[in-house]
């Protein structure tokens, strides 16, 4: 009976969005919003579908945490040129996976050194390699196996 209870009450809940006029129903779920906002002194977050972008701006460098996806990456970079000019100093991968470096290529040409530990270059590598992909990747050109 409590089966049957949750589903009626999640379909009503799903069913209830059908009467939301389309083109909120599209802002809703589809539309891509992020958010670029100063946190403290010149540390910045970018917020989007891929999580969360920090970035350090000021006249002395610009140094970006990861970059998501692409099409994420591309805003980021628009919000920074509305501060600065630079190029980044320092584009620093946290680990291999898709959602914190496949916004790397955005930065050809932006990024003066992209850094990660040694094994996010090879991993990156590897699964760029296994998608036939490389052309598409910029990867790490500084590394660090220790400290």
């Known amino acids: ?3 049957r209870r949750d589903f009626l009450k ?3 809940a799903l069913g209830s969005l059908s009467l939301l006029p389309a ?6 779920f589809f539309q891509e919003n992020y958010e ?3 946190l403290r002194n010149d540390v910045y977050i970018f917020m989007e579908r891929g999580g969360t972008i920090a970035s350090y701006l000021s006249d002395d460098g610009l140094v970006v945490v990861d970059t998501q996806f692409p099409d994420q990456a591309n805003h980021l970079i628009a919000e920074l040129r509305k501060n600065s000019d630079r190029q980044v100093d320092f584009l620093i991968n946290t680990h291999h996976h898709g959602d914190h470096s496949a916004g790397n290529i955005a930065f050809k040409g932006l990024a ?4 990660a530990h040694q094994n996010s270059l090879e991993n990156q590598k590897r699964v760029a390699e296994e998608r036939n992909a490389l052309d598409t990747q910029l990867l790490p050109d500084t590394t660090f196996t220790e400290k």
């Open 23 to 28: 083109n909120q129903l599209w802002k809703t």
């Open 112 to 115: 003066k050194k992209v850094v």
């Open 10 to 12: 999640q379909a009503s």
């Open 1 to 3: 009976m409590s089966l």
């Open 36 to 38: 670029f906002k100063l």
